[in-house]
Nanobody
Framework: QVQLVESGGGSVQAGGSLTLSCAAS?????????????MGWHRQAPGREREFVAG???????YIADYVKGRFNISRDNAKNTVDLQIDSAAPEDTGVYYC????????????????WGEGTQVTVSS
C-alpha cells in the first residue's frame, strides 16, 4: 500500500555532513503522507538495538532525540514528496543503517511502532 524509499546513504568523514532522503511512492500517497502523517528516522548500529533518531509532524514540528540534537535535523519537502534527515558533524557512533518510518501517529513513529518502514540505507562515518 505504501512504500518508503531511502536515498543519500554512503560514507562520510568524521565531522562531515550527509543528507538522507525518504520518498513515498505514488503522488497521491505521498501527498497524503506529507499532509497528514508523522514521519521520521530510526537507526541501528551493528550489535545495537534500533533507536529513534528524529521525527516530524504533518505541521512540520520536529522532534529530535537528545543524543543527536544539535547535530541532526529533520525537514519535510512536499514539493519533492520527501522527508530529509540532515546529519552535521558526523561522528563514528552515527554509523548504522538508517530507516525511514511513517505512520498516521507521530507517537507510533517515535516508539518504533509505525505501520511502514523503508528498507534502510547504510551510513558509515570514518575517522
Amino acid at each position: 500500500q505504501v512504500q518508503l524509499v531511502e536515498s543519500g546513504g554512503g560514507s562520510v568523514q568524521a565531522g562531515g555532513s550527509l543528507t538522507l532522503s525518504c520518498a513515498a511512492s505514488g503522488r497521491a500517497t505521498s501527498e497524503e503522507i506529507f499532509t497528514t502523517w508523522g514521519m521520521g528516522w530510526h537507526r541501528q548500529a551493528p550489535g545495537r538495538e534500533r533507536e529513534f533518531v528524529a521525527g516530524i509532524r504533518w505541521s512540520g514540528d520536529p522532534y529530535i532525540a537528545d543524543y543527536v540534537k544539535g547535530r541532526f535535523n529533520i525537514s519535510r519537502d512536499n514539493a519533492k514528496n520527501t522527508v530529509d534527515l540532515q546529519i552535521d558533524s558526523a561522528a563514528p557512533e552515527d554509523t548504522g543503517v538508517y530507516y525511514c518510518a511513517a505512520d498516521p501517529s507521530l507517537s507510533a513513529v517515535v516508539l518504533g511502532e509505525n505501520d511502514y518502514w523503508g528498507e534502510g540505507t547504510q551510513v558509515t562515518v570514518s575517522s
